[in-house]
């Protein structure tokens, strides 16, 4: 009778060697997975040691310089090569050191005060907004400037002195750093006492246009102030003739992205700068092809189901009392809380 095959108990150098290996990857796997939880644990309560940001937690505030010899085309001089945030529009609200009871009233109203506000408002609208202002060599209102960036990361910083008589040059230099910073289809100028409804900006700015280059606002016409002791009087008359051209109110206005990179191309001081920040654009488009869009929805005495921006037209240039006015608007159902589109029905 055949003998039956002898088994070994002694395990063969083949099934050694394979148990050997699991064990050594197994053991790989779990040092990694060690390695991975410990790491994590690391970035959690130390996020800079890691060398991770999260890109909410990026600066909204910049500091751009103007320079009067410069090709603003250059945008390296205004975002250190960065790559420019794509947007449908940027609001840039021209504000000054006086003015921090405004920022207050609008941050408590219709512009948020917070970062994740307002990158919600972006995400809802399409808009980007921050406060736009100079500089001033009042050292104690630069370190209260300063505070008030940390706190609320919503500033785009100009080199330029902030100075109510060259409001023009702030504006240009505004338009310059926009486009360097942002890649927008409008750029919108608004003042600091204005009440506004991003929702049905965002709407206005979004139509179809024939034309790519546009100018839109409240469109007005009016005398020549040659009196020296009026307000908005212009040392330059004799150029303007007894009544200004057609050009936009200057609480807020917009120019198409294709206006905007002709101002670019320009040096700066191939600028004619007249008194008025809003009658210097207005000139300034009158030698481009642009269509000036008149829009009445932007220049508001008082909220309707329609109105985009609200102020106290012709009274003021702006609200007036604009820290108290802001808030009382605020409160009002049709301000705040009335829909998008006008109903239909």
Not at 162 to 185: I, M, Q
Request: glycine share 6%; hydrophobic share 35%; net charge positive.
């Amino acid at each position: 009778m055949p003998s039956l095959p002898k088994y070994s108990t002694r395990p063969s150098p083949t099934l050694s060697r394979t148990s050997r290996s699991r064990v050594l990857i197994f053991s790989c796997l779990i040092l990694f997975a060690l390695s991975a939880f410990i790491f994590s644990l690391t970035a959690f309560f130390d996020p800079g040691r890691s060398g991770y940001r999260c890109l909410t937690a990026d600066p909204r505030s910049v500091k751009v310089v103007w320079d009067r010899k410069s090709n603003a085309g250059d945008e390296k001089k205004f975002n250190n090569g960065l790559k420019r945030h794509k947007v449908m529009g940027f609001v840039g609200i021209q504000t000054g050191f006086g003015s921090t009871g405004r920022r207050r009233s609008l941050r408590k109203t219709w512009m948020p005060s917070d970062r994740q506000g307002l990158q919600r408002l972006e995400d809802a609208t399409g808009l980007a907004f921050r406060f736009v202002i100079g500089r001033t060599n009042d050292q104690s209102k630069m370190a209260e400037l300063k505070k008030e960036v940390a706190e609320y990361d919503d500033f785009m910083l100009l080199d330029i002195e902030e100075e109510y008589s060259k409001l023009p040059y702030k504006t240009l230099a505004f338009f310059k750093a926009a486009y360097a910073l942002f890649d927008s289809e409008f750029y919108v100028k608004a003042d600091d006492d204005i009440y506004l409804r991003p929702d049905r900006l965002s709407l206005l700015l979004a139509k179809e246009r024939p034309h790519t280059q546009t100018y839109l606002g409240c469109m007005k016409k009016g005398p020549v102030f040659t009196n020296p002791k009026l307000k908005w009087h212009e040392p330059q008359s004799y150029l303007l003739g007894t009544e200004y051209f057609l050009h936009a109110y200057g609480p807020i206005y917009a120019l198409s992205a294709d206006v905007v990179v002709s101002l670019v191309s320009l040096k700066n001081n191939s600028f004619r700068m007249f008194s008025n920040e809003d009658v210097t654009i207005g000139a300034w488009m009158l030698a481009m092809n642009v269509n000036h869009e008149d829009n009445k929805q932007l220049c508001e005495a008082e909220c309707t189901p329609s109105s985009i921006a609200v102020w106290d037209i012709p009274k003021c240039s702006g609200l007036c009392n604009p820290e108290d006015r802001l808030l009382e608007l605020h409160q009002k159902e049709i301000c705040s809380n009335s829909p998008t589109m006008e109903s239909d029905e």
